[in-house]
């Protein structure tokens, strides 16, 4: 007895039993949930994790560290977020990022994967490599100082090997095939790199430049697919012209959507939409889905009243014309019922507004998912 109480323990025997609970976890739906959401997983349906690459409507904090002005982690962003926290999301509360994992029922809230206070569940489950600002084109994130689409793939590939570790290569394999991973980018490209600097105006017409934005799209995918993603839901961009600061930048007096911007979008999400296509066919056992946003949120700025909003064309935090990123400050008035509004800052939804969108399109691609469409 005394033999078998001081034998040293097996570290991989141990390894192997943490991989074998671990799974089986992940078999019976995941880890405890942290969350209820209202889209319906049917239960043959496996997501046990969810990984996002994109821009700052995705961004949970990633740029907190950077010398960059794309961030958010200052009053009054996340003045609605649990305790009144800057978190680094750009809106008054959570993101689609948070949104995503609550209605799958995973947890209340994606980190980023920069955050030092990640825990082995949270490694497991999802983590956030998003960068405010970072676009497909490399000179976006240049511009801005965000973190590379491309960077973030090497994140996740880092990523990877943590979960390896934990719970070794056939778990890791499980989580891989089965997780969801999210590309959200395309706006800043559009609405900063070529209509804002206008320095790529000078190389490429708006057919050129949205070759140029799918080409990267394309590359993220492909590195996506080579660190092990299997399931991979990339957005098309918004109707970018309708965003506040873009109406009062090209939309004239009247501050209409500014047309050139949402040609543009729609052009790319056209171009967008057959490049995964094409994909999802020369990437063996890969389910990588176009997710058109565009019509969804058009709606909901046209059709604002449907929704219960009052004001689809300013940003709740100041004037609501110009402000966003650093002019929406601690020293700017915000509007007295966030509610009221599609936009949180001149770029940005509400947390309310994401609340409209996301769970529609979550159940109608899990609905594609449970269907067997591959």
């Not at 010398?67 to 959570?94: E, H, I, M, Q």
């Amino acid at each position: 007895m005394e033999a078998f109480v001081e034998a040293p323990p097996c570290r991989c025997c141990l390894r192997l039993v943490v991989g074998m609970m671990v799974v089986m976890l992940l078999l019976l739906g995941g880890w405890c949930r942290e969350a209820t959401g209202l889209v319906k997983v049917p239960p043959d349906l496996k997501i046990p994790a969810v990984f996002v690459i994109g821009d700052s409507v995705m961004d949970t904090g990633n740029n907190n560290d950077l010398v960059s002005l794309a961030k958010c982690n200052y009053l009054p962003y996340g003045k609605d977020f649990k305790g009144g926290v800057a978190t680094g999301r750009c809106s008054n509360g959570k993101v689609p990022s948070d949104i995503i994992v609550e209605e799958l029922g995973i947890k209340e809230l994606l980190p980023p994967y920069k955050d030092r206070n990640l825990k082995t569940q949270d490694l497991l489950t999802g983590v956030n490599f998003a960068s405010a600002a970072a676009g497909y084109d490399p000179l976006t994130s240049q511009l801005a100082r965000a973190t590379p689409m491309t960077d973030q793939v090497k994140w996740f590939k880092d990523h990877r090997k943590k979960i390896k570790g934990i719970v070794g290569d056939e778990q890791t394999k499980f989580i891989m095939d089965n997780s969801v991973v999210v590309v959200v980018a395309g706006s800043d490209d559009i609405a900063n790199t070529y209509y804002g600097a206008r320095v790529r105006q000078l190389q490429y017409n708006v057919s050129a430049y949205t070759d140029l934005m799918v080409n990267g799209a394309s590359d993220i995918v492909k590195g996506l697919y080579e660190v092990g993603s299997r399931r991979i839901g990339v957005f098309g961009a918004p109707p970018i012209g309708c965003l506040p600061s873009q109406r009062a930048l090209g939309g004239g007096i009247q501050r209409k959507c500014a047309e050139n911007e949402n040609v543009a979008a729609k052009l790319f999400n056209s171009k967008l939409r057959k490049r995964l296509e094409q994909l999802e066919q020369s990437l063996p056992n890969s389910t990588v889905r176009y997710v058109d946003i565009y019509n969804p949120l058009l709606d909901v700025i046209v059709n604002y009243k449907k929704y219960g909003f009052k004001v689809p064309n300013r940003g709740c935090c100041g004037t609501g014309i110009i402000e966003a990123a650093f002019l929406c400050n601690r020293y700017t008035p915000t509007c007295p019922d966030v509610q009221n509004y599609v936009f949180w800052d001149t770029f940005h939804p509400t947390e309310a507004t994401y609340r409209k969108l996301i769970p529609p399109i979550l159940q109608k691609y899990v609905d594609d998912y449970a269907r067997g469409i591959r």
